[in-house]
């Protein structure tokens, strides 16, 4: 989740978080003191698997206020969340410690005490992470059994964590 590098909130619960994208939260001052900007939700379009996962793990599905603005890329949500204090949004956690690093102006809120990380994302402590499966079924043909193991080969998972946060060791 980020928010407006000028936006007081540091830190949120998983229940904030989820008032904040069903719409139950409607001003940043019901999460601090010198929060006084109106909250603009930024979603994602509801056929991405990341508004999915998201809502999902949130238990907020299709709860999401029809005033929330869609924005489909990670580059536009980053903008439009730099330009507005009062805008909140999520991005895949790839381009959240990108933009953090080069300096745009957002920051990533704290849920539930806990900092978003490949650390964290991979032990579960972070509430919010979209794993991906890939099943094989019961009788998995030979491409589909190679490609398997070369994601989760040490060469595949170089290259997944680019993106991704890879497997644990």
């Not at 991979?122 to 070369?150: H, M, S």
Request: neutral net charge; charged residues 20%.
């Amino acid at each position: 989740m980020i928010v407006n590098f000028t936006n007081p909130v540091t830190e949120v619960t998983s229940q904030q978080v989820a008032q904040l994208f069903s719409g139950q939260i409607a001003n940043w001052s019901a999460l601090h003191e010198r929060g006084a900007a109106h909250v603009e939700v930024i979603r994602r379009p509801a056929d991405q698997h990341l508004n999915e996962g998201f809502e999902r793990a949130l238990g907020i599905n299709g709860q999401t206020p029809k005033a929330a603005m869609v924005i489909c890329s990670d580059q536009r949500v980053l903008r439009h969340v730099s330009g507005r204090i009062g805008a909140v949004g999520y991005l895949s956690l790839r381009a959240e410690i990108d933009a953090t690093e080069y300096g745009t102006t957002v920051k990533i809120l704290l849920i539930d005490g806990v900092e978003a990380g490949h650390p964290t994302v991979r032990n579960g402590q972070y509430p919010l992470r979209r794993p991906v499966f890939l099943p094989l079924g019961k009788q998995p043909t030979p491409v589909a059994e190679a490609f398997v193991r070369f994601a989760v080969s040490q060469e595949g998972q170089r290259i997944l964590q680019e993106s991704f946060t890879p497997l644990s060791p």
